[in-house]
């Protein structure tokens, strides 16, 4: 970080700030200027506590140059991260191969969920999603079939060779979800629950973790580094959309993340449209979008009968919407260095 200290600060002022920084263990190069005096911090500063330099009199401001995060930052890892997902059809994330990962958002009943299942793989799929745990806004609302849900999500799987991707909601669930799921979906409500963080990074499963929808991106990479620094380097990222003042979406869809995640990262990020939007007409077009934009992975919600969904049928997608989508993007994918 650099201390750049207010015009006519004193020289006591600068001592002062250069004992602070030798006391965190740092070492210090002070730049007089005909301007202004700064303080260049030298070191691995990313875990210290800034606040304090920030309040010292004569203090303009800090500004950081390391981003907060380690292991999740290319800094650390030039090449990016390639993530197999599982299941019997070699779904990547962060390959050439985008991987696309569609499904009901929940597993309602047996014969919708292995229906949406074949007609995704048919359509060029490689990955399944469904909720059997939802975390719902309102109590009264349908909260998924649980334990049963991931049995007829297994069976999908088993049928299809679909790789599995599913949330889990809280720590007493890792067991269960993992014995059934190949992938964690961890959502946006539970971003910044680092106790959970943690329970899933002591697992060996891939995490599919979406991004807060009032998180920064550096309170994302935070997330994914929980995680990581847990144990577990399998981190998926996905941007999932973000509240805004716009009406005319549910959410607004930050494409703009991909290609910061992908200077500041070396994780792959997949884009999910569904709940980036709110709107089924307008996922088709973000797909192709997100893929344009650098994406490596696709989550989409598709149902059988959108009309008569449980949860979030205005935001899905028909089987026969992302058959068509899929031969559409094609061009998209090819155009950007890229394969469906
Ligand atoms: C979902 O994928 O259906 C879901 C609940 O996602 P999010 O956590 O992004 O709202
Ligand atoms: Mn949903």
Redesign the pocket.
């Known amino acids: 970080m650099i201390v750049v200290m207010q015009q006519g600060c004193t020289q006591q002022q600068v001592d002062h700030v250069v004992r602070l920084v030798r006391e965190m263990s740092l070492a210090d190069h002070v730049i007089v200027g005909t301007e202004r005096t700064v303080v260049a911090v030298i070191g691995d500063d990313r875990f210290k506590d800034r606040s304090m330099l920030e309040s010292c009199a004569g203090v303009d401001r800090v500004v950081p140059i390391l981003a907060p995060y380690k292991i999740a930052s290319r800094q650390a890892k030039a090449e990016s991260t390639a993530i197999g997902l599982g299941g019997s059809l070699g779904c990547v994330a962060g390959g050439k191969k985008i991987a696309v990962i569609a499904g009901p958002?929940s597993v309602e009943d047996r014969g919708m969920l292995l229906d949406v299942a074949h007609a995704v793989k048919e359509a060029g799929a490689t990955a399944l999603r469904g909720?059997a745990f939802k975390?719902r806004t309102s109590p009264y609302q349908f909260q998924g079939l649980g334990e049963r849900g991931l049995e007829i999500l297994a069976e999908a799987r088993e049928q299809t060779g679909l790789a599995l991707v599913t949330?889990i909601m809280s720590i007493d669930q890792v067991d269960v979800v993992c014995r059934y799921a190949d992938v964690l979906?961890i959502?946006?409500?539970n971003m910044h629950n680092f106790n959970l963080l943690c329970a899933v990074g002591k697992t060996d499963k891939p995490i599919l973790l979406?991004r807060g929808w009032s998180a920064t991106l550096d309170e994302f990479l935070l997330a994914a580094e929980y995680i990581i620094n847990a144990g577990n380097g399998k981190v998926i990222l996905c941007e999932?959309g973000i509240r805004t003042h716009e009406q005319y979406v549910r959410n607004t869809l930050a494409l703009a993340i991909v290609p910061a995640v992908k200077r500041e990262s070396h994780l792959p990020i997949v884009v999910?449209p569904s709940?980036g939007t709110g709107r089924a007409y307008m996922v088709p077009a973000m797909c192709k979008a997100a893929v344009a934009a650098g994406a490596d992975g696709l989550l989409i919600e598709v149902h059988r009968d959108p009309e008569h969904a449980m949860t979030?049928g205005g935001q899905s997608i028909t089987c026969e919407t992302f058959a068509q989508l899929m031969q559409e993007i094609k061009a998209v994918a090819a155009a950007v260095g890229r394969e469906i």
């Open positions: 958002c909720g975390p949330e979906q959502g946006t409500r979406k999932r999910d709940q979030d």
